[in-house]
């Protein structure tokens, strides 16, 4: 199973740890490249400096070098070399080439006034680093007016000197080396904190989720409370809390419902049921009762009747509420109508039957539709009075759409706080029922079968007409 905590903790932890080493890494190489472009200037300024030490002049060269000045040219401790050749001889080396058997320095092959770095065995055995140049020795300036020649004049004749200064560079080594290790020891210092700071700030960052789900594990159908309190919850859960919380409310009323649906479906078997067992009962006790025993064929039928219709009705909005898609047809709405009047006014009740010239035809399911507007206009029959007309008015919007209209004056008193009651299962305006031919299902089938065309209906009461509406 997927963990968004552990996800979050191993995205977060790789992400960051790669970044840090990433400029760890960056920092090592620019701080090892400084050190050790640090020390070859450092070489290149202690050559700069030896070199000034070499004068030409009329008597030849001489080399002022004071190893007073420069011990590290003269002790074993640490030492560091140089030597000088000139017209390929040697001309000078130091006092630290005479302590080893190995008392030169390699030569190298480089143009006059460059310079190249080469790492080399020092004399002593130790890893070293070398500088390589050719120079011409400088003349002073006294001597140059002396001669009244100028600098380019006196080095077309001079003969160049080589030079190499040596190094140990065992503590660069060492200090590149201190410093790497300190990367080391930072890269994985660092992998571990920011595992463990992710961690914990992914649980913190977390935890109102598992409030959420405490909250949400302590409500059911039946408690008093129905809802997650958004105040503590952070603005990114405030959302699905509210949903959440809209659909406990909907679960709710649609829980309601059942068991009020639950409890009038019991009631209304239980009455005919009830008359069975008595009807039973008494001819049992009485079975030479002529009058008793004639009647009974007769009363089981009408109540058998009475539990079958109560049936069908429950199995037809069970229908109506099923998830499969109805098949669709080209149904004439004007000539359905026509014959659902003339099948429905078993007592030649007046209707004022409305509608354009032309046929209005809608694709729909016919057997959804032929159910939906027998039930209104039964429904019409039933709840108006005798000497009123039931009025039928087909037209179509702007948008083609059908609009069916059924009006009738009712018969009971109605308010508009009913309407919103009349689609309901099993409701009835008389509440003790009293009626053996209405059970309450008629309209909670109409709903369920226009929601199921994706047709709309509703009601309005003007006075005590209440008319019917339905457009698809």
Request: charged share 25%; net charge negative; aromatic share 8%.
């Amino acid at each position: 199973m997927n963990s968004i905590h552990k996800k979050l903790s191993r995205y977060l932890s790789i992400s960051i740890s790669l970044l840090l080493v990433s400029i760890l890494l960056a920092t090592d190489i620019s701080v090892d490249t400084w050190i050790s472009e640090q020390f070859d200037r450092a070489m290149v300024n202690k050559v700069g400096l030896l070199e000034t030490l070499v004068e030409e002049d009329e008597e030849g060269l001489e080399f002022d070098f004071a190893g007073e000045f420069m011990p590290e040219f003269e002790g074993k401790e640490n030492p560091e070399y140089f030597q000088l050749w000139y017209k390929e001889k040697v001309f000078e080396r130091s006092d630290t080439l005479e302590l080893f058997e190995i008392r030169d320095l390699p030569r190298l092959n480089v143009k006059l006034g460059e310079s190249t770095f080469q790492n080399v065995i020092l004399p002593d055995g130790r890893a070293g680093r070398m500088l390589y140049t050719k120079f011409l020795p400088q003349i002073e300036s006294e001597h140059r007016q002396q001669l009244g020649l100028t600098r380019e004049e006196i080095t077309k004749n001079q003969q160049p000197m080589e030079f190499a200064y040596a190094l140990s560079t065992e503590e660069l080594d060492y200090v590149l080396w201190f410093v790497d290790v300190i990367f080391i020891i930072t890269s994985i210092l660092a992998v571990f904190a920011v595992r463990k700071i992710v961690t914990v700030v992914v649980s913190n960052s977390l935890e109102p989720i598992n409030e959420f789900n405490t909250q949400l594990s302590k409500i059911n159908l039946n408690s008093d409370n129905l809802e997650v309190s958004v105040e503590t919850l952070p603005q990114e859960l405030v959302p699905i809390a509210k949903g959440v919380n809209q659909f406990i409310k909907e679960n709710h009323s649609l829980y309601l419902r059942e068991q009020r649906i639950t409890s009038d479906i019991a009631h209304e078997l239980k009455t005919p049921i009830a008359e069975l067992l008595s009807l039973s009962e008494v001819a049992l006790k009485f079975p030479h009762e002529k009058q008793i025993t004639d009647n009974l064929v007769n009363d089981v039928y009408e109540i058998s009747s009475r539990l079958k219709h109560i049936v069908n009705s429950i199995m037809l909005l069970q229908k109506s509420s099923s998830s499969h898609d109805l098949p669709k047809s080209k149904v004439d709405v004007i000539e359905l109508l026509n014959k659902i009047i003339n099948r429905e006014n078993l007592e030649r009740r007046e209707v004022k039957f409305q509608h354009e010239a032309a046929p209005v035809i809608v694709e729909t399911n016919r057997f959804a539709l032929d159910t939906v507007l027998s039930n209104l206009i039964n429904n019409a029959f039933f709840y108006s009075p005798n000497d009123t007309a039931i009025e039928v008015l087909i037209s179509k919007a702007s948008d083609e759409k059908a609009i069916i209209k059924i009006s009738n004056v009712s018969n009971q008193e109605c308010q508009e706080a009913d309407l919103k009651m009349f689609f309901d299962p099993l409701w009835q305006k008389d509440e003790s029922r009293t009626s053996t031919e209405r059970f309450g299902l008629g309209l909670a089938i109409v709903k369920s079968y226009c929601k199921k065309l994706g047709a709309s209906v509703s009601v309005t009461l003007v006075e005590k007409a209440i008319t019917f509406t339905v457009s698809l």
